[in-house]
Structure formats: C-alpha cells, structure tokens
C-alpha cells in the first residue's frame, strides 16, 4: 500500500490491516518460523515497531505478538493479503496497553514486551488478536477516506533477555584500571553511577579508573526488563602495596586457598622477632577486619567467604608486610 513513511531501518517494511469498517471481523497477520525453538524457562523480549497508514481512519489499542508450537493455515478469499480467523481465540504473550490507539502516522511506535518461555514457541505470529468488541477503536483522522485501520511494521525481533552483569570485585594500584562490565552486545539501554573515572557511562563493559575505592552500579533495560549489578573496584594507594620482595621476609601458601593458610619467612630471625611482637590481621577489599590474632604459622580462614583478602603483619600499629590472598 503506496505511503509517505520511511522505514525505521533498512529498505522496507510490511503492513498488515486489523480493523475494516465493512468487514465484521478480519485481520491479518504476518507470522515467521524463528530460527531456534525457545528454550523453557527463559525469559524472553519481543519487539517491533507500528506506524498507522498515513490514509486510515481508525486507529487502534491491544496490538500483540503470539508464539506458537506450529503455525497457523491460511486462507484467501478475494482479498490479495491472506488472513485468518484467530481474533479471541488465543492469549498473545505481548500486548500493548489497553485503551492507547497507536496513531502515529509520521514516526513509528515501539510494540514489545517480555515473557518466560514454555520451551516449544517455534513460530511467531504479530498483529491483532481480540474482537473488536474488545478492542479500543479510535476515529482518529475522519476526514481519511478509507474506513480502516492498516499498520506498517518493521524491525522485529525475539531474543533473550540478559540480566546486567558487573566482574567479580577487583583490586587495582592506584593509576591503573579495569573492566567492570561482563555483558554482551544484544539491543539494550546501560547505565552507569557513578561516573566518576569511566570511560562511558552508558556502554556495556566500561574501562574503570577511580583515584579512591567506588563501588559502581550498572543497570540495564532490555525491553522493559530492568536489571542491575554491582562492582567495587579497590584502590590500593601509592605507598600501600606488597613489601615481601623488598624486605625479602614472607610468603603464603596455596594462594589460592580454601581454608589453610601456610604463612612462612625466609629470614629466621625475622620469624622469631613476628613471633615475639606481631600479630596478624586479615581484611576484606572493603579495608574491613575480618580476623586478627597473634601470629601463627598456620591460620585456618575456612570459615571466610570466598573473595579477595588481604593478610598483614603488624607490629604495633605499624604494617610490616601486606600479601593479597584468594579464598576459594
């Protein structure tokens, strides 16, 4: 049907008629095979976009998208697009807000929606799936005179949707960075607080750089689904870091570890002078005590989450040596 309106993206469109003032109820409805049948379970977003043929008349509400096992016959009369009898015989998975036309004639009106998979949807099926007694139907445009209402479609897609997903807390010196996002390139809407020292606040998987320890939040929208995670990046400053080479005094064994932790000193009379005056602090990447006691060579951390910990020598209140830890 020959009009003025260009597609959202590409070279083409579809259209497909849902309302015919001479007609009791017929519709038509573009349906496709998908390229894999839906996996049970998962949560999926369906989307495509509407524009109202610039010449209808009528406009109208509860457009919708129905997966099916198998698809549906059709059947032709004397009218060029096939249609089927389907109108209030079936629940669509996504339908737009009851009582809102969509009568938009110059730009195009998003239709989509999210739902969780049976694990048998192989075909998807697009248009209007209520009579029109159910149906808000809109005299938007009297002057038109074609007594209908007739949609172009464009841009549509199923896909799964992903939850937002930021790495595992991470240590960084100060003046370094890190990656905190861990998501994919599917169609969705990032967003990152704070700001402060990314590299894009509204990308997937941003480069972090802060000067002071942050925590960053990342919160998606994928079709309506909103979604969020979390992040501290750790910010060891300049004069804090792993003295053990220098001073040539202590390791820890097996970094990883799941529970015993070996503490052991190359000089035997820095271990008797630890043993005599030093205590022994463990905290997390948040700088929070989570263990202290006289030295040991041997300290069972089992009772720990799993994470990142940091494993000092004191003597007093000053740090001898501080070794980064992984408990498993």
Request: proline share 5%.
């Amino acid at each position: 049907m020959q009009s003025y309106q260009n597609p959202r993206t590409g070279i083409a469109y579809a259209e497909f008629g849902i309302y015919t003032q001479s007609v009791t109820q017929e519709s038509s409805h573009p349906q496709v095979k998908l390229i894999d049948t839906l996996t049970g379970g998962k949560v999926y977003c369906v989307t495509y976009f509407v524009s109202l043929f610039n010449n209808a008349r009528y406009s109208l509400d509860k457009l919708g998208a129905l997966l099916t096992p198998t698809p549906f016959s059709c059947w032709s009369t004397t009218v060029i697009t096939p249609t089927v009898a389907i109108a209030g015989l079936y629940a669509p998975q996504i339908v737009t807000t009851p009582g809102l036309a969509h009568e938009d004639t110059l730009g195009w009106e998003e239709v989509s929606g999210t739902f969780t998979a049976v694990g048998d949807e192989a075909y998807l099926t697009l248009g209007d799936f209520f009579l029109h007694s159910q149906h808000f139907i809109k005299n938007s445009y009297p002057s038109n005179c074609n007594g209908l209402a007739e949609y172009y479609i464009d841009d549509v897609s199923v896909e799964v949707v992903e939850i937002a997903k930021a790495k595992n807390d991470t240590l960084i010196n100060q003046g370094d960075s890190a990656i905190v996002g861990l998501n994919n390139s599917e169609a969705a809407l990032f967003s990152w607080q704070p700001t402060t020292g990314l590299s894009c606040t509204n990308c997937p998987n941003p480069n972090a750089s802060p000067s002071v320890t942050t925590t960053y939040t990342v919160t998606k929208t994928q079709c309506k689904a909103v979604t969020s995670d979390v992040i501290t990046v750790t910010v060891t400053p300049a004069g804090i870091r792993d003295m053990s080479d220098e001073l040539g005094v202590m390791s820890v064994h097996p970094n990883p570890t799941d529970g015993i932790l070996n503490i052991n000193f190359k000089s035997n009379e820095m271990l008797k002078q630890v043993k005599h005056d030093c205590t022994i602090k463990i905290t997390d990447v948040l700088g929070k005590e989570v263990l202290q006691t006289g030295f040991k060579e041997q300290i069972n951390i089992s009772q720990l989450e799993t994470g990142i910990y940091f494993v000092s020598i004191l003597q007093g209140n000053k740090t001898l040596v501080t070794k980064k830890v992984v408990k498993q």
